[in-house]
């Protein structure tokens, strides 16, 4: 039972150290989707599995042998050792990724000019900021 959440916990260290590399290497791949909806099933396995696990005993984890808890203690370095990385190669993605939208859309502004006028019933001018209509290409 513990071996099938040392796999699980070890092949979502994997994935992160994949995904890392991906993301830093600043190629446009298509591959970060699918790791992206791996990592997801990997997680609710392993959280399926601990929920299992805590049923059956709640103290599953101070009742492993030594070897066992070894072992898993060690995929779970690996995880920790892999999520700091992948994390911040994430945050950096995000953060290009709402840099970019945000200079995509003040060009559309510019270009388009969503600044209109509206003259009131008392001879006043209101100007009005409407939002830029973009629309977003997934493949980006």
């Not at 513990?2 to 591959?31: F, H, N, P, Q, W």
């Not at 790791?35 to 049923?55: H, M, N, P, S, Y």
């Amino acid at each position: 039972m513990v071996s099938e959440l040392v796999d699980l916990v070890k092949s979502l260290a994997a994935l992160m150290r994949e995904e890392t590399e991906l993301l830093r290497s600043g190629a446009r791949s298509a591959g970060i989707h699918e790791i992206a909806g791996a990592k997801a099933r990997l997680v609710g396995a392993l959280e399926a599995r601990t929920t299992e696990l805590d049923r059956s005993d709640a103290n599953w984890l101070e009742a492993l042998e030594e070897e066992p808890k070894a072992e898993l203690i060690e995929a779970l370095g690996e995880l920790k050792d892999a999520s700091g990385p992948n994390a911040e190669a994430l945050s950096r993605q995000i953060d290009l990724t709402t840099e970019m939208m945000a200079a995509v859309t003040a060009e559309a502004k510019r270009i388009i000019g969503t600044r209109h006028s509206v003259y009131g019933a008392r001879g006043n001018l209101s100007r009005l900021e409407l939002p830029t209509p973009i629309s977003h290409n997934s493949h980006y």
